[in-house]
């Protein structure tokens, strides 16, 4: 008879656990969350009074998928976006730094291999320009040849344009082939702006020109009346854009015009 009261309080238990939802509490009898972890003294806590969050030297090859949004982790070496140590947490396909929301990057900052120029609003994230301008100062055109180049139309994405006319022009000393083939820093994902982001260049460039005033080649505001710099946004198979310096605005020239190059990056 007892064993058979002990295998129905087995059975039971068995049946009816999926249905408990239990709250643990780590130094406190009365948990009130699924997870309540107390201080051994809340007014005076001890050195190890924390929790650990996993740490690891690198991201996993393998990037976490939706099911892993939120997830946390502690990165103890260069992160990306980030100099040093920091928390990072996955989410929308990307790893997210915790210490970089208050805005770790500025405009005007050596980093990634350039001058940072532009930041986007979560901090992290922005838009790198080369500290010289390429080719030795030495203007150059913006194609080989006078043809539509099908996918650099873009007045915002730059990288996708610069593929595009590499792809369609080849070998050669032109513009886009310039920034494709420039490894300033180290880096080689450089490319040629485009429109917009040449403009975004141009609005930092007062930032720029007062931390390197003694920078060769920055932007400066009392360039020459005829400085005009390439973007890699065309606009026909004759005409690109490219940007006025001195008056900051966009003009359409013929491709085969030779004007100034700075190679931008983002991180």
Known sequence: MKTSRI???????????????AQVGIGNTSPKSILDIQASDQTAP??????????I???PAIDPGTDQNGMLVYLTTDGEGFTGEAFYFW????????SNNSGNHYVGEAYGGGIVFYIWADGVHGL???PENLNSNNPVKWSISNSDISGAESPRDGAANTTAIVSNQGTGTYAAKLCDDYTGGGETDWYLPSLWELNLLYNGA????????????????????DTRYWSSTQKDNDEAYAQKIIEGRAEKKRKTESHMVRAIRSF
């Open 128 to 130: 790198i320009a080369s």
């Open 7 to 21: 295998i129905y309080i087995l059975v039971a238990f068995a049946l009816f656990a999926p249905f408990v939802q």
């Open 91 to 98: 989410e929308n396909s990307q790893w997210n730094s915790i």
């Open 206 to 225: 007062y930032v720029i020109s007062n931390s390197y005033a003694s920078t060769s080649g920055w932007f400066e505001f009392n360039a020459d009346d």
């Open 57 to 59: 030297d690198a991201f």
């Open 46 to 55: 001890a050195s190890t009074d924390g929790i650990l969050i996993p740490r």
